[in-house]
């Protein structure tokens, strides 16, 4: 069965995946007249406790840029909730007419020909655009499509740790002060380690109303991350939640953070004690294409670079960016591929860079 999309007067796009990068190119491409289907296959209301570093900057931008910036931090440059980001970019994509989501649809093929491309869902729909991009994570099925020779992130050989507390679950004493820096590296002697103090989706910065962030990497879990099957081989398949983890090495865990410095050390025993504690195998993807024909990367689909680069999220805001300045005057007929081109070709070398940078404290850190 097809999905018919309202071409309007530029085209029409399907954006598969309605993350971050999905919602922001969503958005970017609305902003250029194209009528936008965003399609995910899980539901509407997403748990995400992690914290991104935003830069807010909008002096000298353009107005796409200015607006997604100010969806995502409010302009300025601050550590950011995952799912207060989410909230306001899926809420403006929803007051936009010419925006469509659709939750729980799941895909199963991706394809194009000379006129358009399409996705087809586990129901045997076809949704079709004029061009088709694919903004569905480190696992991407487009990926495979426009790199068959390259789709999997590589394993990087070690793994962060992430950490959270309720700012009113701390002792009032170990509260940071509202005046303090948002992020704060410590102990980097053996990789490093990051408190951070996160934002509210009110953007209060009050003491008392905030989250407490801790996140630290370690190079000594590979045997475990293999056992428990969250690698094979050098392929990331799954995080590793609190539930899930030995209590063997939890034990390791709390002993390791003995000499923190206060907050975050309490933030990350709360977390060994709670198992709310997340491991993460870190992964990384340079690429060698960002398109093909009519169907092309964004986000952590195009490239996964490692956290220590603390550029992937505001990456992959100038991948929308650049996504919605190329389709800014057709994606109709062979007006699509060309804007696709035009993005691979401002995108391409600096994502590889960015990717590229990171790449070797992995060989120092994580000896794969």
């Known amino acids: 069965m097809n999905v018919e999309i309202e071409k309007g007067q530029k085209g029409a796009a399907v954006i598969v995946g309605a993350s971050l990068s999905g919602l ?184 008392g109303s905030r989250r407490i962030g801790c996140t630290w990497y370690d190079n000594k879990r590979s045997g475990l991350l293999r056992q428990l099957g969250c690698v094979e081989g050098m392929v990331v398949f799954h995080s590793l939640n609190g539930q899930d983890i030995p209590e063997q090495t939890l034990r390791e865990l709390e002993a390791e953070t003995a000499g923190w410095p206060e907050p975050w050390r309490f933030a990350a025993r709360h977390a060994i004690r709670e198992r709310t504690l997340i491991g993460i195998p870190i992964k990384e993807y340079v690429p060698n294409r960002l398109a093909k024909g009519r169907i092309a990367l964004v986000g952590d689909a195009a490239h996964v670079p490692a956290p220590v680069t603390a550029s992937g999220f505001n990456e992959s805001l100038q991948d929308a960016v650049a996504l919605g300045r190329c389709a800014e005057n057709c994606v109709q007929g062979q007006a699509a591929v060309q804007a696709l081109e035009e993005y691979e070709s401002l995108r391409l070398e600096k994502v590889r860079r960015m990717v590229q940078s990171g790449q070797f404290y992995s060989r120092s850190f994580g000896r794969p």
Request: no cysteine; hydrophobic share 35%; charged share 30%.
């Open 24 to 207: 922001m190119s969503g958005i970017a491409l609305a902003q250029e007249g194209v009528q936008v289907t965003i399609v995910e296959k899980v539901g509407e209301h997403r748990i995400g406790g992690s914290g991104l570093r935003v830069d807010g900057g909008t002096f000298g931008r353009s107005k796409t840029e200015k607006l997604l910036k100010q969806l995502v931090s409010g302009g300025k440059s601050s550590v950011q909730l995952w799912a207060s980001i989410e909230s306001r970019l899926r809420e403006a994509a929803k007051q936009d007419d010419r925006i469509k989501l659709r939750y729980n649809t799941r895909i199963v093929e991706v394809e194009q020909d000379a006129n358009s491309a399409w996705v087809v869902t586990d129901q045997e729909e076809r949704v079709e655009g004029d061009l088709l991009i694919g903004a569905d994570g480190h696992n991407s099925q487009v990926r495979k499509y426009v790199s068959p020779d390259k789709p999997n992130a590589t394993y990087a050989g070690y793994m962060g740790w992430l950490a959270s507390i309720d700012e009113n679950d701390l002792p009032e004493s170990l509260r940071p002060a509202a005046s303090g820096p948002s992020v704060e590296m410590f102990d980097s002697y053996d990789g490093f380690k990051f408190g951070s103090i996160i934002e509210r989706e009110d953007k209060s910065s009050v003491a």
